[in-house]
Structure formats: C-alpha cells, structure tokens
C-alpha cells in the first residue's frame, strides 16, 4: 500500500460555548488515496463540514480548537503549520468549493478577478496572463462566452454557474485534492446533475483526488468510490460504495439508505419508510458508548457502556458497532 | 407581454370523484419596479394559467424547480397571495368571490404547512398557544380546560409530549417544530391540507418520520392533501397523482407510478433521470438539460420549455402546447410526445 495522499488520524475538533464544549468532531480517522471520490456522509451536527474544514484549518481559533490527531498531507502534518505555511497548501495543493457559491463569491469583484488572484498568488503570472487563465478556466467548466463573462460580477450569474465560477477557481492551481462541501445542496436537480457531471469531468482532467461531503445518499452512490459515514461527531462506518449500499453493517448507515423514498422501485410503492426513531445527541454531553445507542434498535447494556471499536468485516469495509 | 398560454378547455380531472379543490387557468403576475420613481417595469409570471383538480382523500403532488410557481399556485389557493386572474373552487364554493368572513371560515378547511418550522412558529407563544390560537379564533372551544385538553390531544396525535404545551419553539429540533406546525394546521379539523416542502429543511431520517407522520395522519383523519415539493422521490412515495411545473405552466399531470414509469413530457422526462439513485449497481442513461431555467420576466415564446428541450422543433416556440389527455387520466402539454 502506497501511502495515502491525506490521512486524519484521531482528530478531535472542538468549540468552546458559554455552555461547554462541543465537541463537533470526536476522534474521526480517515484517508483519501490519489485520484480517487471519498464521500462523507451523515446528517446535520454530524461533524462532516467541520473535518473538511479542518483539513484546509479554516476553522476558527478560538472558539475552535484542536484537541488531538494528525491531519497528514502527503506525510505531513497540517496541524502544526503556521499559517503562512497554510497558505502554500490551500488552493495550490488542496482546493474547497462550499455550498453557497454566493456567499462564498465576493460580489464586489468580477469573477475574473477573483480567478485572477488565485492564479497570480501560485504562480508567477502577470495580471493580463492571470486573467486570460481565468477566462481558460470559464471556458474549461463550460460557461458560455468566457471571454466576457469573465468581467462579470457574481451576481450576474445563476446559482449552477456560479457554483461552475467556484469550481473554476478551485481547480485554478490543480490541487491534488478538491473537497467539496455540499456542492449541490443549494441547486436544482437538473442543474445539479450537471454539476456533478462537471466534476466528474474534471477529476478525470486533473486526476485529482475528491473529498465530497454530503448528505444526499443518491449523490454518494452515483459518484464515490468509497465511503465514510459519520454519526455525533465520530466515524461509524466505512466501506468501499457497492458493500455500503449492498451490505451496510451499522444500524444507523441502515437506517440512512432505508429511509430515503425510492423513484425507481415504483412497484413496491406505498411502502412504509423505515424512520429512525429520536434525534442526534447533543455533543456538548454527548453520551458514554455508542452515541447511536439512544436511538439504536437492536442497542444492549454492552453498547450504552463502552464505544464499539472499528473492526473491519471485509475488504476496506469498516464499521463501529458490537454486533 | 401576451404570450399564448396553454389552458386546458377539459378538465383533468379523476372522472370517478367529484373534486374537492378546482383550479382553472389561476395566474399571478408580480410586478417588478425599478427606476427611482419604482414604476412598474415588468411582470413576473409566477403562475402561468394553471389548472388541475383534486379529489376528496387523495394526495396531489406538486413537483418543479426553483421558481416553477408550485409554492405561490399553493398560497393562491388559499388566497394568501391574491391570484391576478383565474378561478378556485373549494367544497363548491367560488373561492374567489369570498370576502374577509367567508374566506375566514373556508380557511378552517383548508390549512397549510410550511417548509421552514423555524420561521412559521411565533417565538414568543408556547407551543400550547400555537395550537390553541386556531382554536379561539374559529370558536371551538367553550373554556380553557377544553382548549388544554384538545391541544394534549392534538401534540399525542402528531407524536409529541402533553408537557410541550409549556415550551416555546426554540426548545425544538427542526422535526419536532414541523410536527407542531402539523398539529396546529390539524386543530381545526381541516379537510384540505396543503403542504408547502414540509420536509425540505429536514434531515434524511426526521424526514422519514414527518412523511410517516403525514400518511398516518392521512388515513386516520381522511385529509386531502396538496403536496408541493422540489424533491421528486419524496412527491412519487406520497402522492396519488403529480403535476409536474415548468416556468408557472404544468406540463404534466399524471398519477404517480404512471408518470414515474412512463413519463411524456421531456421535463418530467428529464427531471426524473436527474434524481440520483442511492444504488451503485444501478448505471442509468441520464438525459442532461442544457442551461438554467429561463428567467420568469421574459419566459420563451410558445413553449417555455422549447429552450431546453432535447425534441424542441421549429415550431415549438410559435405554439403553446395545451395540456391535453394523452392517456387516459395522463396528461401532457407537448406537440410531439404522444
């Protein structure tokens, strides 16, 4: 085994509130290999954004803090860097594209300008050069007359494009890994087919390596090769995605795929969906042993007392749970 | 601007049912101002002529993208947004012509639920407040202790503690404020519920129990519901029929497994293929729709879909297609889809 390109080990995140401390991520191992889609997958508070955010450490110190664990880039841990030395990383070596693409565009410079800065920050370019990068860029993540457009600003273009200008922007530099935090939350289903379909291009392009956080199943199964299901704060099931969907192992990871309403099993309609019962725990106390066990079907004395380690129970198919 | 609209001369209607809600050719223009004087400089059509009925105890799905105009077709109906033109019948009565009173009272059958419980609940009111208020304004209860026994009654119903009524919203978990928001449409024993996203904002497992919760809720008190979602798998697994919207015009109507098995339209066509499918296994030939969704102050000519349209012909953006029966009880708005 080759070593992987970025590899999280025990990483503890956490805030400090008037309340206590959260802790929004709780000792979550996981490694990205070269070229290859990880998804990350759990539902709100489940401490996905923050793990990707930690990885670029855009989280912010205080309240933020980083309790324990390696984030290691290509052998190197980010942890430790100041943040000069970050900078050489972000965008060059590891790009984020958000959720938001307004709010993570500024709407007071064009989107050339915007591309431009990256593109002039990395590499030795003149702006005239940097902005006809931009305008490659456009071109390349298909926005019609890139030429133009790149004089516009972020208003001027619609949720799908500007989420296209953000991916331009990213993919600037061609970093080695691209995490993608809700990319097509904030879109329409056609426009996020097309989004999707984009990326997919442009992995193949740059043969970069996606994180892609998420908590939209059907997107996981349409584009990751592996997966890494988070519940409260910890890791609770990874696997490779035909045996996550084929045979998940966690009753919560089961729980995730049976409550989606299928469109293609029209035939078995009018089935009940299996809802899992209770909500998430709060992380400011979050509960000794598993912290699915509340709301955990098949939970017993052994599982409110310890947390399960993670054991493999097949090829590259981990899950954290006694049973 | 004088686009020519499709307004369906029929009726698509389920022919064994007398409807309990008719829609015919309802439109609402908004206007757009601009300058420093804030003329009026355009419209919006947010609702294009829209039509469709639904009958007693079925489920309506209303499906569509950002700006299609399935949430202001909803508010329309109950006449939150006053509709520009165009005719709503309720139970027989002419929506429309009502005045203060008597759209007062018709709202005691016809309640809705919004997507976002965090804005839809009055932060200052106790839950018990909440509910109870529908109560006092439609007079249906004599005293306090009655209007306290039907909200315990009513928060049981809808899978919430008696000890809630004291709490205020912001002690509640997005699933559990779209419940009281349920519980607070179901305290005047509506006939009618429209459902505007009710499960958007939620979680993939909250929103499991919210759809368990509304079908439940559905069989034991014989409602009707109008259900307007962007998600596609959630309006196929709820509804009996679903109208699908385009640019504030429907362009198919059909019932659920029909459309989902053998859609007409290229949009439904094209929507559907785009929904992910959490099934690695399953590799699907997926049709791709070029380029946004037009902008709704200037929709295209004829057809407003003919500017995406993989099948668009010449014509296309000459005529607007009428929906038409192309099937029995499935209808479509196209010229060259059968």
Redesign the interface.
Known sequence: MTEPLLDIRGLKTWFKTDDGMVRAVDGVDLHIDRGETLGVVGESGCGKTVTARSVLKLIDMPPGRFEDGQILWQGRDLIPLSMEEMDKIRAKEIAIIFQEPMTSLNPVYTVGDQIAEVIELHQKLSRKQAIAGAAEMLRLVNIPNPQRRVHDYPHQFSGGMRQRVMIAMALSCQPKLLIADEPTTALDVTIQAQILELMQEMKERFGMAIMLITHAMGVVAETCQRVTVMYAGKVVEEAPVEALFGDPRHPYTQGLIRSIPRVDRSAEKKQRLEAIAGTVPNLLDPPPGCRFAARCKFAMDVCTQAVPPLKEVGPGHFVRCVL | MSAPVASPAAAPARADAKPLLSVRDLRKHFAVRGGILSRVVDKVHAVDGVSFDIAAGETLGVVG??GCGKSTTGRCILRLIEPSSGEIWFQGADVMKMDHNALQAMRRDMQIIFQDPYASLNPRLTIGAIIGEALIIHKLVKSRQEMEDRVVQLLETVGLRPDHMRRFPHEF?G??RQRIGIARALAVEPKLLICDEPVSAL???????V??LL?DLQEQFGLTYLFIA?D???V???STRIAVMYLGRVVEIAP??EL??TPIHPYSE???S?????????KRK?I??EG??PNPIRPPSGCHFHTRCPIARPDCSQRAPLLEEKRPGHWAACHYRE
């Open positions: 993208e950002s978990s699933g559990q979680d993939v497992s909250i929103q499991a129990q759809i368990n079908e962007h596609l798998s959630v196929e697994h709820i659920a497994a989902y098995d094209a929507l559907l785009a929904v992910p499918i959490p099934d690695p296994t399953i997926r791709m729709l946004d969704v």
